[in-house]
């Protein structure tokens, strides 16, 4: 299921201290959505990097007073887009994603505008080649990332690995790395240079199986005609749960590959895609 609301209102001025108003939202399943918001334009960042955003929580029972209620998110538009997009969980009963997956164009949304993060190519030493390995919505840091001059002029060449459990969870990572092909302003850059290696884990699909799982029996490298990793030649940046992001650890240390950080760069980074 793919509905799209798409921009149709005039710009408008948010009411809200530190919001921004809703530009277009697009829902992929039940649980998953992308939105677009306007970015102030005080707002820097680098790709990669995450912001605290949230809406006005319900009044509190006895003051009657509103608190925002806020969550990291990861910004998943490249530095250089005049708007910022967002792609997000929808929690069941979660406290913000309950009431933020109703969200609609001209709405507001609250962003707080102080960016930080270790996945930023920063962080990492220069290098050959460059993987990338999401699961769920930890794919958007490395949306922002995949629309980045920057990151073809620093590699030769990047492997997206996006791991979820059925084919419809794959959708939003799909489309963008399609679209990057024929985008004016980066297409060309990408070129051949970046590879898309989408797995599942619970529906049938070309490619299944856990990352991890791909890694370590070499299908990865088999599949993509990889050399095994290797301190000199490749950088990892890892977005997932805490399962996955030890586990691609142990994998990048018993390479000889050591984890970098904004203050000390070195050779893999790793994000947690949410708390739990
Ligand atoms: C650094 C960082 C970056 C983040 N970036 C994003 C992002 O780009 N997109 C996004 O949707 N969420 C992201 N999150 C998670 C986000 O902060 C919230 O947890 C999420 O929006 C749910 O909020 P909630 O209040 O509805 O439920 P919460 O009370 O926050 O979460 C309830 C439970 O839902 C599960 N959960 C929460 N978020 C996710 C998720 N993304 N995927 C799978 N299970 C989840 C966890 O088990 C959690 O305990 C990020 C978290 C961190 C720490």
């Not at 990889?226 to 990892?236: A, G, I, K, M």
């Not at 997932?240 to 990048?252: A, F, H, R, V």
């Amino acid at each position: 299921m793919t509905e799209q609301s798409v921009v149709t209102t005039e710009k408008a001025k948010p009411v809200l201290p530190d919001a921004q108003i809703v530009k277009s939202v697009t829902h992929y399943t039940d649980h998953l959505f992308s939105f677009r918001l306007s970015r102030p334009q005080s707002l820097r960042f680098r790709s990669g990097e995450f912001v605290m955003i949230g809406l006005m929580g319900d009044p509190d029972e006895k003051t009657g007073k509103q608190r925002p209620l806020l969550r990291a998110y990861s910004i998943a538009s490249p530095s250089w887009d005049e708007e910022l997009e967002f792609y997000s969980i929808k929690v069941q009963d979660g406290p913000l994603t309950s009431k933020l997956q109703n969200i609609k164009v001209g709405d507001e949304v609250i962003v707080r505008p102080k960016p930080v993060g270790t996945l930023v190519l920063d962080a990492l030493l220069p290098a050959k080649r460059m993987y990338f390995i999401a699961t769920g919505t930890g794919i958007a840091p490395f949306a922002s990332l995949m629309r980045d001059p920057d990151l073809y002029e620093r590699y030769d060449e990047v492997i997206m690995c996006h791991t979820c459990r059925e084919v419809a969870e794959l959708k939003y990572g799909a489309d963008l790395i399609a679209s990057l092909a024929t985008d004016p302003l980066i297409g060309e850059m990408v070129g051949d240079k970046l590879k898309y290696y989408p797995t599942t884990t619970r529906e049938e699909s070309p490619k299944m199986g856990r990352i991890t799982t791909l890694m370590k029996d070499g299908t990865l490298a088999a599949d993509l005609g990889l050399p095994p990793l290797n301190p000199e030649t490749d950088r990892l940046m890892v977005c997932g749960s805490m399962g996955l992001n030890t586990d691609i650890k142990e994998i990048c240390e018993a390479a000889g590959l050591t984890e970098g950080s904004n203050s000390a760069p070195a050779e893999f980074v790793v994000e947690k895609a949410f708390v739990g």
